[in-house]
């Protein structure tokens, strides 16, 4: 038996697929090695498939690409400023009693 790995990354499981993929095994023993590897609820057949598919067709980055929709904007800047008006809002509050 083998020890099971929980809650690995996407791009470690990606990287598995890929690995396995250029040894030329098949999609479906892919899939059935995850489940071994991974539990149950790692990856479907369906998507082990869809990354071999993208893997054969010449994609070799295994993280997430940038997606549409609304853009992530929180960075040190915006924190520091959210910080500095809590800070004067504290004080002012604290001299209005």
């Not at 869809?50 to 853009?71: I, Q, Y």
């Not at 960075?75 to 500095?84: I, M, Q, R, S």
Request: proline share 3%; with cysteine; glycine share 6%.
């Amino acid at each position: 038996m083998f020890k099971t790995i929980a809650d690995p990354a996407d791009c470690e499981v990606r990287s598995v697929i890929r690995f396995l993929n250029a040894k030329k095994v098949k999609p479906s023993e892919i899939h059935r090695q995850l489940v071994e590897i991974y539990g149950e609820n790692v990856m479907t057949d369906g998507m082990v498939r869809k990354w071999v598919r993208h893997f054969n067709d010449g994609r070799t980055n295994v993280h997430d690409e940038a997606r549409s929709g609304r853009p992530y904007v929180v960075n040190d800047g915006l924190v520091a400023k959210v910080n500095e008006k809590i800070r004067e809002n504290t004080v002012h509050n604290k001299n209005a009693f």
